[in-house]
Nanobody, 123 residues
Framework: QVQLVESGGGLVQAGGSLRLSCAASGRTFSNYAVGWFRQAPVKEREFVAAISWSGGSTNYADRVKGRFTISRDNAKNTVYLQMNSLTPEDTAVYYC????????????????WGQGTQVTVSS
């Protein structure tokens, strides 16, 4: 079992930055790929980024490439999402999830989910 807790969300102006953290409990966290997803009101949950168990491989949605960076520190059981050049379109609840492969962009391919953290970008 892996439990995930996101933090770092908040309100930021357009053009600003935030760093989200996903803290995990469970001895096997380092065995899992981890993905970040987001869900805006009345929209489906969408893939943002994912990272392999080792941190050596990453995958990004086209709309965040060049602006967001995913990383992980397995010694701290934590995955990060650095978000730069934020726009109002990035406003959503952000979730981290463990399982699957870093190539996986479908929510159904991840086994464990956090409760989410709200990111709001004002114009």
């Amino acid at each position: 079992q892996v439990q995930l807790v996101e933090s770092g969300g908040g309100l930021v102006q357009a053009g600003g930055s935030l760093r989200l953290s996903c803290a995990a409990s469970g001895r096997t966290f380092s065995n899992y790929a981890v993905g970040w997803f987001r869900q805006a009101p009345v929209k489906e949950r969408e893939f943002v980024a994912a990272i392999s168990w080792s941190g050596g491989s990453t995958n990004y949605a086209d709309r965040v490439k060049g602006r967001f960076t995913i990383s992980r520190d397995n010694a701290k059981n934590t995955v990060y999402l650095q978000m730069n050049s934020l726009t109002p379109e990035d406003t959503a609840v952000y979730y981290c999830a463990a399982g699957g492969s870093y190539r996986s962009s479908k929510p159904t391919e991840y086994n464990y989910w956090g409760q989410g953290t709200q990111v709001t970008v004002s114009s």
